[in-house]
C-alpha cells in the first residue's frame, strides 16, 4: 500500500542543476529517515545523501557542497537539489524512506523505482 514515485531526473549539462523530488502515499502513519541512492551504469546502488530524524544530513564526499538534501513531512516529500553536476553524477537516483505505517509500528524502508539523471559533457 505504501508507495514512493521519485521525480524530476532529466538530461543536463554539466554544471548544471537539477532537483530531484520524491512523495510517498499509501497507509503512512510517520517517516522517520529519508534519502538517496544512485546507480550508474556498471557499477553497485551507491549512498547518496541521508536526512534523520533530527533533520542531520550526510553526504557521500564526492557531492559534499554540491548536493543539498530537504524534507518537507508534510507534504511526505524528501528533494535532492544537485548543483554544478558532472558527467560522474550521471545514474539512476533512487529514494527511500523508513516508513512506520501505524502507531508503534516497526519501521520498514521502501523504495522507489527510480528516475535517470544523464550529465552531458
Known amino acids: 500500500q505504501v508507495q514512493l514515485v521519485e521525480s524530476g531526473g532529466d538530461l543536463v549539462q554539466s554544471g548544471g542543476s537539477l532537483t530531484l523530488s520524491c512523495e510517498a502515499s499509501g497507509k503512512i502513519f510517520s517517516i522517520k529517515e529519508m534519502g538517496w541512492y544512485r546507480q550508474a551504469p556498471g557499477n553497485q546502488r551507491d549512498f547518496v545523501a541521508h536526512?534523520?530524524?533530527?533533520?542531520?544530513?550526510d553526504f557521500i564526499a564526492s557531492v559534499k557542497g554540491r548536493f543539498l538534501i530537504s524534507r518537507d513531512d508534510a507534504k511526505k516529500r524528501v528533494y535532492l537539489k544537485m548543483n554544478n553536476l558532472k558527467p560522474e553524477d550521471t545514474a539512476v537516483y533512487y529514494c527511500?524512506?523508513?516508513?512506520?505505517?501505524?502507531?508503534?509500528?516497526?519501521?520498514?524502508?521502501?523504495w522507489g523505482q527510480g528516475t535517470r539523471v544523464t550529465v552531458s559533457a
Open positions: 536526512i534523520s530524524e533530527i533533520n542531520t544530513t
Open positions: 527511500y524512506m523508513h516508513i512506520l505505517r501505524f502507531r508503534d509500528d516497526y519501521d520498514l524502508r521502501y
